[in-house]
């Protein structure tokens, strides 16, 4: 199922259809949404290069709790509104930041982080939390790869089940 030669192969576009594809095959007929999160979080940490940290905070009702990542040990509970995490999700926007250290109440889980890309999860007009990837380089996200994640986010949503 997963195509380890997809990675080091081809354009970056075709790198990112190729990681696509290989969520669309994980998560197809899954309905655990820690599951599908974790291979989602472990096949960006492979496809993606100069991350430190890429994963998942859940939105529980009040705020963000850790979900499945790949990286160092992070920030367990981050509230609506602070930081990047928080601010994303309550905008219920993408957040795409090329330095960290200039963000008013940037929350710092790690230290060697310097730009991050945070994403909402929106499905049915009810927020399930946020995707968040750091970089220790600045200026790390461009507008190509906030495209495709925000349609990669599209794609896990659309496998997800909404609470009621």
């Not at 009810?126 to 996200?141: A, E, M, N, T, Y």
Request: net charge negative.
């Amino acid at each position: 199922m997963f195509q380890a030669d997809a990675a080091n192969s081809g354009s970056r576009v075709e790198q990112q259809q190729a990681a696509l594809t290989q969520l669309e095959a994980l998560i197809a007929g899954e309905s655990s949404m820690i599951a599908n999160l974790a291979n989602a979080a472990a096949l960006l940490n492979f496809y993606l290069t100069d991350i430190n940290w890429v994963g998942f905070y859940l939105y529980d009702g009040k705020e963000l709790v850790l979900g499945p990542f790949q990286g160092l040990p992070a920030c367990i509970r981050i509230p609506l509104g602070k930081g990047v995490c928080g601010t994303s999700a309550e905008r219920r926007e993408t957040l795409r930041i090329e330095d960290v250290h200039t963000f008013p109440g940037h929350i710092a889980c790690d230290a060697a982080s310097n730009s991050e890309i945070v994403i909402p999860l929106v499905k049915e007009n009810q927020l399930l939390g946020v995707l968040d990837i750091d970089s220790p380089l600045k200026g790390r996200f461009d507008a190509e790869d906030q495209a495709f994640l925000e349609q990669f986010v599209s794609i896990l949503t659309g496998q997800l089940h909404v609470s009621n």
